[in-house]
């Protein structure tokens, strides 16, 4: 393990290796892209020296101006060879692009649409990622530095904690499940992968006759986060939560729960290039200002006081849409609502919602926001944003809305309540409501919550506003996160895991 001071790490300067497979979208409000990016600047404007690396996938390698080539390495047991692409990003942050012909051409689909060969492929892209990124963290990419850390941030990355587990050079390694989205694959799936006998033979990857990059990840890293307290507890709690659940229990005592913080440069509706009226709490009647432009610039049919709810679809899944389906399906023609989805691309899981957006464009319209001020946008116009899905390990989006005064509509999850503070009477009496919670995640649920808040659109106009800058005073800073992961970043260092295949 690398020596390192043991002063206050926010001070003493560290080599930070951060490895993720997140694209960020056109707009942002990706929860692992914002983090990723969120992060890693923070850390760099706190001096430490810090590298991102991703897959060279073509949306990257098309929006990073300035990359140049600075390494070549040849990629044990695979024959394959990686062009390393670098660029500076923020202060003390550079951007490393894997660029290996064919192997990123398309970005990865999600599970719900992949076939046994896009899965094989998956499995191929993750691992050959992830040993560039091992390559990397123990200075043998040709780019005579080497980090202090590692972290690993999702599925995709997780395999290069294990191919770290042998090496004595080896940095401290820290591994954040973000998700729900666990992958795992066959013997024949990962052959081409070449994996180290040992490794293998530890049984650190099997789970149930296949093989999970994530489980020998959080079997091996020094430190495990999860993006916030609330998901930790639940997942402590509940094993059916995760398949990994009753794994990241045996190893409570490495496990942290983290709160992404927000990036208010870019999340600022005082300072928000890309909308069309800038407004802060002290002007909230401005906001009002951003739904009139964005009525005129989509054609929206909506009276004066319709409650318009958006919904940003950066992956929906077939439950949520089953749920919007069955709540705009049955609800009443007079009900005076309208929701608008975002979409970055055509998803094929609205297409449900989409037949119905024909039938009914009084009540919703599905826009396609494919460049990031569309985003920004719909988040300052809404007066609501719904949050519908089962899981959400973080509450990023959120975050996001509060800072807008656009109010969170949201399944009750735990880290949503530790977010969103809902709109019951005795809150509201007190000042400390933000929006509103509903539980379990069912359509006649979500009906339910719809229904309340309509309610209390209702009303007069003082109490939706004083609701909405209630979540205004509410703040993430993006610094408080980057303290946090820094403490497990030198408990990782210190107090380094002994290894399986010692």
């Known amino acids: 393990m690398l020596n390192a001071t043991t002063c206050d790490p926010s001070m003493t300067p560290q080599r930070i ?259 069309h009226q800038q407004y802060d709490s002290s002007s909230f009647e401005l906001k009002r200002l951003n739904r009139q432009h964005l009525q005129a610039d989509l054609g929206l049919p909506l009276d004066e006081r319709d409650l318009l709810i958006g919904y940003l679809a950066t992956a929906p899944d077939d439950t949520e849409v089953r749920q919007l389906h069955a709540l705009l399906a049955a609800a009443d023609p007079d009900l005076p609502l309208h929701l608008l989805i975002a979409a970055g691309a055509a998803e094929p899981a609205l297409e449900p919602l989409l037949e119905l957006a024909r039938q009914r464009p009084r009540r919703l319209s599905l826009q396609l926001a494919t460049d990031e001020p569309g985003w920004h946008r719909i988040l300052a116009a809404c007066d609501c944003l719904l949050l519908p899905a089962r899981h959400y390990p973080s509450a990023y989006q959120a975050q996001c809305g509060l800072a807008y005064g656009t109010v969170p509509i949201a399944h009750a999850t735990p880290s949503m309540r530790e977010t969103v503070t809902d709109a019951t009477p005795a809150n509201l009496l007190h000042g400390a409501a933000s929006g509103f919670l509903y539980q379990p995640a069912t359509p006649e649920q979500l009906a339910d919550v719809i229904a309340r808040v309509s309610a209390f659109h209702a009303k007069p106009p003082i109490w939706w506003q004083k609701l909405a800058l209630q979540g205004m005073s509410r703040s993430f800073p993006a610094s408080e996160t980057a303290q946090h992961y820094l403490q497990r970043y030198r408990a990782a260092i210190d107090h380094p895991a002994a290894s399986l295949l010692a």
């Open 17 to 275: 290796l951060f490895a993720s497979d997140a694209i960020p979208p056109p707009g942002g409000n990706h929860d692992l892209a914002e983090f990723t990016t969120t992060l890693t600047a923070t850390l760099g404007s706190m001096g430490h020296d810090i590298r991102l690396i991703r897959p060279g996938y073509p949306a990257l390698l098309s929006q990073a101006d300035g990359l140049l080539p600075v390494s070549r390495i040849r990629l044990p047991g695979s024959g394959r060879e990686a062009r390393i692409l670098e660029r500076r990003l923020e202060q003390n942050v550079r951007l490393y692009l894997v660029d290996i012909p064919g192997l990123f051409d398309q970005p990865p689909p999600s599970a719900q649409q992949e076939s046994a060969q896009a899965a094989t492929e998956s499995a191929i892209r993750a691992g050959v990622f992830s040993r560039v990124v091992s390559l990397m963290a123990v200075n043998r990419a040709g780019l005579n530095w080497q980090p202090e850390l590692l972290h690993c941030n999702g599925w995709q990355t997780a395999l290069a904690i294990p191919l770290l587990a042998d090496e004595w050079s080896r940095p401290a390694t820290l591994y954040t499940l973000h998700d729900t989205d666990h992958r795992s694959f066959t013997g024949e799936q990962v052959r081409q992968l070449a994996l180290p006998v040992e490794l293998l033979k530890s049984g650190a990857l099997e789970m149930a006759g296949r093989l999970s990059f994530e489980k020998g990840a959080i079997l091996m890293a020094d430190e495990l986060a999860l993006p916030s307290a609330g998901y930790r507890g639940a997942l402590l709690s509940d094993p059916a939560l995760h398949p990994l659940a009753r794994l990241l229990a045996e190893r409570a005592g490495r496990l942290s729960g983290i709160a992404s913080g927000v990036d208010y440069r870019r999340w600022n509706p005082a300072t928000d290039p890309y909308i």
